[in-house]
């Protein structure tokens, strides 16, 4: 079976030159690694990267190719080896997205927050999502729903405290580990 394919080389051939590139690149490999399995595994992979090159470039010598392709693959081998001296290095390394179950946890609570929502009288909700969503003033909702803005204060605080006793009624029941601690205060940042 050809391992590849060259415009005008016969099949056997070419085998049998990628072959030969594979036992020198092997020997290279072997004497900057002194690991044979590891030599096997560099002179493997850079056969099949030059091959999957040459695929789509003009390559003037194949041995050079195979002979660069080992090196970066040894260089690479021992770059991954060496400790990490530099904590910052970690922060690039690690991947900046939510874990899946953060996310599965942050969509519960979501919907959670969706249902308390849907439970409060209307009123209340529609002066809540016009304060929150909107960002419409109390006195523009006051004059809206023909209410006084101490009343549309009100009516915003009584969701908030609704909202937060459904967060912390889902904390309970779905992450009792993680259970908010009671208070008095509504969390900062929420009120007005």
């Avoid at 937060?164 to 509504?186: F, L, Y």
Wanted: glycine fraction near 4%; charged fraction near 35%.
């Amino acid at each position: 079976m050809s391992i590849g394919w060259r415009r005008g080389v016969e099949p056997q051939r070419h085998d049998d030159e990628w072959a030969a590139i594979r036992l020198i690149v092997r020997r290279y490999a072997l004497s900057r690694t002194r690991q044979p399995d590891l030599a096997d595994d560099i002179a493997q992979q850079a056969v099949l990267n030059a091959i999957e090159y040459q695929q789509n470039h003009i390559v003037i010598s194949l041995h050079a190719l195979a002979f660069r392709i080992a090196d970066n693959l040894i260089k690479g081998h021992y770059r991954r080896l060496k400790p990490i001296s530099d904590i910052s290095e970690i922060d690039g390394m690690a991947c900046a997205r939510p874990l899946p179950d953060r996310i599965t946890e942050d969509r519960a609570e979501t919907r959670a927050m969706l249902e308390a929502l849907n439970k409060m009288p209307p009123l209340r909700r529609d002066v809540f999502m016009r304060r929150r969503l909107d960002g419409q003033s109390c006195e523009d909702i006051g004059r809206a729903l023909n209410l006084n803005p101490k009343a549309i204060e009100k009516h915003i605080t009584r969701a908030l405290v609704d909202l937060h006793a459904a967060r912390r009624k889902w904390r309970e029941v779905e992450t009792p580990d993680k259970t908010i601690k009671p208070d008095n205060d509504i969390e900062e940042g929420w009120a007005s």
